[in-house]
């Protein structure tokens, strides 16, 4: 049996973004993509959801009222 690791991607409002580093935590990884998508703070992570061999994770903002 011969073993791989799957390709990690992330996906935010219809952006694909590439895995920064296969040995950061999902956290870690929407800490790094925060300070361009500074609204990635507050979302959720999704996933994964497996398309070929690429586990696919989603980060999804938090929805609620302001005030």
């Known amino acids: 049996m011969e073993k791989h690791r799957l390709l990690r991607e992330f996906s935010y409002n219809g952006i694909k973004l590439a895995d920064p580093n296969p040995e950061m935590s999902l956290e870690q990884v929407r800490e790094a993509y925060s300070p361009a998508y500074p609204e990635l703070t507050t979302a959720a992570i999704e996933g994964p ?9 989603r980060f999804v903002r938090a929805v609620g009222a302001k005030g």
Request: glycine letters at 0%; hydrophobic letters at 35%.
């Open 49 to 57: 959801e497996i398309t070929n061999e690429t586990l696919v994770y």
